[in-house]
Each structure stands twice: as structure tokens, then as C-alpha cells.
């Protein structure tokens, strides 16, 4: 028995030990629901084969025997994360647009330091507001740090964050606190972290505006005339964290950091839940490069503090967070021969509590002290009380232009002339051509597995004359999607029935199947129904896609594979998939496109008519994750995946009218490659 059966019959025999035996009674009417119902595979593995899928995909720390040797491997991966990751699609133009800085007037501070107010240009048409907190007198070069925050609604108005600022300022330094995106100013609807991903359907990185704020917040800071280039910082709490390792990792400009309570391991958070972080945190494909282990040791040999709260009432505690990024890190520094530049603190005051607070800032200024004024006498690591001097949200208010971008804004931009080169060929040979380029292409985009099925059979019984087989259907030895297979007198014909609601929720197609003669089988695959995830499903959707695959390309290829098992098996037969609900209908329809030979007909109930429909309903990643697939609507729209199963039929039914002004020539289509048929009804 493999070590994943093991997992499954263990599983297994928790389910059914706390389910108890199921009681074969007189048929009702609520037989048939009973027997989409019954627990197959239960809540246990979902999670298991999640957490271990996603586990055993993160790249480990490579072995490094020189500094030449890491130098290369880090030089490799800031290039790729770079190139491949931050800035794919548009986001390359966004790159290279010219920096606009505009500044707002000045607004005085407390003693020894003023508060400019100025708004940047993280990307064209998105303004990013800030305040420079700068010393009255300053001659000569002077050490600088860009602030930046988390999950707050304050923004750069947070109080610990402006008493940071303000004792950069009092000691000399320039400190830059700039808006993060979806909070402070910026916490508009088009912000929100979910609607990121818009931009990833189109094929642009929705991880570039995050980064291209700080880049440009650096930009800004590295212009001053006084500022020496040798002592930049970059310091934050939770997403502040996360930003701050960010930048400095893939910035060598950054000369400090000191990271708060903003980040862990992939492999940390697959098991500390509440470690699994928003869209922007697990961008997609970053672990098929590195692992935020791999981002850290990248900060070598540069002055580093790592800072955690012992236990955290919201993330990344230092318990168990902190150990992991030691481990990968030390090594690293010590080829530097520079162990002491790795800090860390461990912080328990206040408590349990998620904080930035007095201990941990003055950990911050003891790190400034020693590295940016290192023999400087007179440093005092005690915070300068400022709690008088923390301003209002409306002194600290920059205006932006009315009409500034967001990620939905973006998006919308993007989709209007999506997909490219999506003109259907008007002729049979280049048609089939088409069919064979599209195919390998739309694999690429969605992932694409060729699973093998090893069927496992749970049990069965029969309720007024349906017979029902429980199957845990083993995808590789990777994925176990429960399926019931019911069976009503001698059927000839195969229906797969999947479900936006879950297996559960398909009975009254099941009745409609097995009264026109098929065998069905209801199905569950990834994310869906009993298959769903336990806990913080759609972070776990977005890990997926962190390690490089994609959850619309799992859940395609296990109905593939579910539909090859099931012509094999019964060896006649044509294949039905049946779908209701509109994710559960795109991923149908990309099993078509994937699937030539085993899948014969296609039934869509409430599918979408375009995926610009998407956009424009401004759908977040967070109930739909597999919607928002890296680069989909770059390649095809919903016309070009019917266009792909063709010749076979692909019903819509009830469709609105998006589809049918969106699907309107298809029958040419269809005419095209020998069959006549109208998808519409």
C-alpha cells in the first residue's frame, strides 16, 4: 500500500467510524438525494492531499558551497521573479514609463521636522499618495527609510507607523511613508487585493502595482539630494512585512531591512493556516522559482532584522515562522562572513497581540543605529515620545486626481482587446490546424495533467431499483475525487455531472440521466462539493497556483481522466458532461478542449458567455478562483474553447443573451468541420 492509500484508508476510516453504517430502508422520494449524499471520502483528505500537493512542490534551499556560487543562484532568481513574475504581460511597459513625482505643498510637524506631501505614479494613471517626514536641518547625505504598512484602513495615517516616521525624522533620517494599495486613500472597491487577479486573467502580473508602489517609493527617496544611496531601509508590519522582504530581496538598493510580522515559508503556511496570505502574497507561479526561505537568504549580506510577535493573534508568529527563514539564512550570511548582520527578535509585549509597537520599534532603531551611525555616541536606541505630534486623516490628506487607476479600472483596460488574434480560421484545413495549435496551447495556459484513474470502489447499495457504487477515483496518487456512480436498468450511454453547488445538488439531472438510459456518475473534483477544502479554501486555491499549477487546470484534467476511466470501463457508450453553474461549466468546457477522444458531448447550464464577464461583474478570486487563470483571456474567450470541442456538441442551455450575441457564428464554425448544430438553447 502506498504512502497516499494509506492517507485515503485511513481517512476513509475516520469518515465512516464517525458516520456509522449506512441503513438500507424503504425508498422515498429523498432516496436519490440520500445517495448523492453519502460521505465518500469525508473532510480529512481534501485538506491532506492539499497541504502535502503544495508541500512537496516548494523548492528547497539550494547547497552553496562559495559566495560566488549563492551570488549566481540569487542573481539567478531576483531575474526571473523579476522578468517572469512581477512583470509579465503589460506590466513590462509599466516598468519602463517615466517616473512622475508630483509635490502637494508642506504641512508642519513637531520639532526639528516638517511633512511634505506629494503624490508618484506607481504605473501609469495610478497616483500613489505620501509624506516624506524631513529633518529641518539637513547638510550632507543622510540615511533613509521607506515606511510601509499593512492590512489597516488607516493607511499612512496608522499611529505607530507615524511615530516610526516621525523618529527616522527626529534622528536625522528622511522617512518616506507611502499609501499601500486597498488601504488608507486607496481603500476604494478597485483596491481590494482579490480584484488583483483581474489582471491576471488578462495576462498581466497583478502583482506589479504592489511592486512598482515601492519601487517608486524608492525611486523618490533615492532622488533627494541628500540622501545616502550606501543607508536605505525599508521596514513594515504583516503586508508591510511582506513588502518590506519583497522589495529588499529583489532591490539591491535597499541597504537594511527590518520585516514585522509579514511573512513565512510556503511550507510554513500550508500547515499554520492563518499564515496563508492574500493574492499579491502568493503571486502566481513564485515557487516554481524560489521560496520566501530563498527571498530571505537573498538578503545577505545586507543588515537584517527579523522581527515576529512570539504568539500572534493574527499571523506568522515567531513560534513556529522564524526558525525556517534562520535555517535558510545563516548559511548564507556566514559565507559573507558577516553572521552578526542577521538579526532577529522574538517579541512578546504586548502578549499574543499583532503589533509594531514601542518594543519592537526600538529594536528597529538599535538596527539603525548600529549600521547606519555605527559609533555614534550619542545614539539613543529609546524611543523619542510623539504621541502628540500623530496627525488626523484629514492633515495628512493628499489629493489625487479623480479619476485614478485601479486594479478593476486596469483590467477593464486590458480586456477590451482580449483575446489576441482571435479570429477563427474560415477554412476546413486551417480549422483543424487551429483545433491542434489551440489545444497544446490551452494546456500550456490551464496546467494541464494527464491523470491516470486507479479507482477504488467504497461500497454500494440500492434504493428502488438505482443501483449506486461509491468510487474514490485516485488521480496518480495525487488527487481523490468521491464519485457515485448510479445505475438504473441496462443503460448504453455515460453522463459525468459535476456542479457549481457540488454532487449534491445535481439530483434532479440525475433523474433526468438515468430516465433517458445512462449510466451517471456525480463527481466532485477539486475545491467542489465534498472535495472542497476545509478550511481557507480559496488561499489554498492560490497556493496551488503559487506552485505553479492551476486550480481550472486540475479540476479539467481530473474530468478528462474521469471520462477516459469511464469509456475504458464500460468499453461502449458515448460520454455526456453534463454542468451546472458557471465555473463549473468552464472547467467542462476546457476538459473538452483538452479531451478530443473521450468526451462526446458537452451540456453547460448558467455558463458565462464571455470570461469578460468576469471583469465586468468584478468578481474577486476570493468564491471563484479558478476564473481568474494566468493568461486565459489572452488566448481564448469562451467562442474559442466551444471552437476547440468542435465538431462534438456543446449545448449552453437557457443562455442569456452575453452568450448568444458572444457564441452567434458558431453554427458556421461547426458547418466548417462537417456537422451541423446550434450550441444555443
Not at 475516520?14 to 449524499?37: C, K, N, R, V
Not at 516598468?95 to 509635490?103: E, F, I, K, L, S
Not at 490551452?442 to 494541464?448: H, T
Not at 452568450?659 to 446550434?678: D, H, I, M, P, V
Request: hydrophobic share 40%; proline share 5%.
Amino acid at each position: 500500500m502506498s504512502h497516499h492509500q494509506r492517507i485515503l484508508f485511513v481517512a476513509l476510516c475516520l469518515e465512516w467510524f464517525f458516520a456509522g453504517p449506512t441503513s438500507i430502508h424503504a425508498a422515498d422520494q429523498s432516496e436519490l438525494q440520500a445517495l448523492l449524499e453519502h460521505t465518500i471520502v469525508g473532510s480529512v483528505l481534501p485538506m491532506v492531499e492539499v497541504q502535502r500537493y503544495c508541500d512537496e512542490r516548494v523548492p528547497p534551499m539550494p547547497e552553496v558551497q562559495s559566495v560566488a556560487a549563492w551570488s549566481r543562484v540569487a542573481d539567478r532568481i531576483r531575474g526571473e521573479v523579476l522578468e517572469r513574475i512581477v512583470y509579465r504581460g503589460e506590466a513590462a511597459k509599466w516598468r519602463d514609463a517615466p517616473a512622475n513625482v508630483q509635490w502637494l505643498g508642506t504641512i508642519e510637524g513637531g520639532a526639528g521636522y516638517r511633512i511634505k506631501k506629494l503624490r508618484y505614479e506607481a504605473l501609469p494613471g495610478m497616483w500613489i499618495p505620501a509624506l516624506l517626514y524631513e529633518p529641518d536641518k539637513l547638510s550632507g547625505k543622510v540615511p533613509a527609510v521607506l515606511n510601509v504598512n499593512g492590512h489597516t484602513s488607516l493607511g499612512k495615517q496608522y499611529p505607530p507607523k507615524q511615530i516610526r516616521c516621525i523618529n527616522q525624522a527626529k534622528r536625522g533620517m528622511l522617512a518616506l511613508n507611502i499609501e499601500w494599495v486597498g488601504m488608507g486613500q486607496l481603500a476604494t472597491p478597485g483596491y481590494k487585493h482579490c480584484l488583483m487577479n483581474q489582471l491576471d486573467l488578462c495576462g498581466t502580473s497583478g502583482l506589479a502595482p504592489f511592486y512598482l508602489d515601492m519601487k517608486r517609493g524608492l525611486d523618490v527617496l533615492l532622488s533627494h539630494d541628500h540622501v545616502d544611496p550606501n543607508r536605505v531601509a525599508v521596514t513594515g508590519l504583516s503586508g508591510g512585512g511582506w513588502q518590506t522582504i519583497i522589495i529588499s530581496s529583489l532591490d539591491t538598493r535597499v541597504t537594511l531591512a527590518d520585516p514585522v510580522a509579514g511573512y513565512s515559508s510556503f511550507r510554513t503556511r500550508a500547515y499554520h493556516l492563518k499564515d496563508l496570505g492574500d493574492s499579491e502574497q502568493t503571486p502566481n507561479d513564485l515557487a516554481t522559482i524560489c521560496d520566501y526561505t530563498h527571498l530571505t537568504a537573498m538578503l545577505a549580506p545586507r543588515p537584517t532584522l527579523l522581527t515576529f510577535n512570539l504568539h500572534d493573534g493574527c499571523c506568522f508568529e515567531g513560534a513556529y515562522a522564524l526558525q525556517p527563514l534562520l535555517a535558510a539564512a545563516r548559511p548564507i550570511f556566514r559565507l559573507y562572513g558577516r553572521e552578526k548582520m542577521l538579526r532577529w527578535h522574538v517579541n512578546n509585549d504586548p502578549p499574543g497581540k499583532h503589533n509594531y509597537a514601542v518594543d519592537n520599534r526600538q529594536q528597529l532603531y538599535r538596527m539603525l543605529g548600529d549600521f547606519f551611525y555605527s559609533g555614534d555616541a550619542h545614539w539613543d536606541t529609546k524611543e523619542i515620545p510623539s504621541d502628540n505630534e500623530v496627525k488626523s486623516k484629514e492633515e495628512l490628506f493628499v489629493e489625487l486626481p479623480e479619476k485614478n487607476q485601479d486594479f478593476h479600472t486596469l483590467a477593464l483596460g486590458l480586456a477590451k482587446n482580449l483575446p489576441r488574434n482571435g479570429q477563427l480560421p474560415t477554412d476546413k484545413g486551417a480549422a483543424k490546424k487551429w483545433q491542434r495549435r489551440q489545444r497544446k496551447k490551452l494546456g500550456e495556459i490551464v496546467r494541464a495533467k494527464d491523470y491516470a484513474v486507479h479507482a477504488i470502489k467504497c461500497g454500494n447499495e440500492q434504493k428502488s431499483g438505482v443501483k449506486a457504487t461509491y468510487w474514490a477515483l485516485q488521480m496518480d496518487g495525487l488527487w481523490t475525487v468521491p464519485a457515485v456512480e448510479l445505475v438504473q436498468g441496462n443503460p448504453t450511454k455515460i453522463a459525468i455531472l459535476v456542479a457549481d453547488a457540488g454532487r449534491r445538488s445535481a439530483a434532479a439531472d440525475v433523474a433526468r440521466f438515468l430516465k433517458s438510459g445512462h449510466r451517471v456518475l456525480a463527481v466532485d473534483p477539486f475545491y467542489f462539493g465534498e472535495s472542497k477544502i476545509k478550511e481557507r479554501d480559496y488561499l489554498f486555491a492560490l497556493l496551488v497556483a503559487g506552485i505553479g499549477d492551476r486550480p481550472l487546470g486540475l479540476q479539467a484534467s481530473q474530468i478528462a481522466a474521469i471520462a477516459r476511466w469511464a469509456k475504458t470501463k464500460h468499453e461502449s457508450g458515448s460520454v455526456d458532461v453534463v454542468a451546472q453553474g458557471p465555473r463549473s461549466s468552464l472547467f467542462t468546457l476546457v476538459a473538452a478542449g483538452l479531451e478530443p477522444q473521450s468526451i462526446d458531448r458537452v451540456e453547460l447550464h448558467g455558463s458565462l458567455g464571455s470570461l469578460k464577464e468576469v471583469i465586468e461583474n468584478n468578481w474577486g478570486v476570493l468564491d471563484k478562483p479558478e476564473l481568474f487563470c494566468f493568461g486565459l483571456l489572452e488566448a481564448f474567450d469562451i467562442r474559442h474553447l466551444v471552437a476547440l470541442a468542435a465538431p462534438r456538441p456543446v449545448e449552453f442551455v437557457e443562455a442569456g443573451d452575453r452568450a448568444k450575441a458572444e457564441l452567434n457564428g458558431l453554427r458556421t464554425w461547426y458547418g466548417l468541420l462537417g456537422r451541423e448544430f446550434e450550441p444555443l438553447r
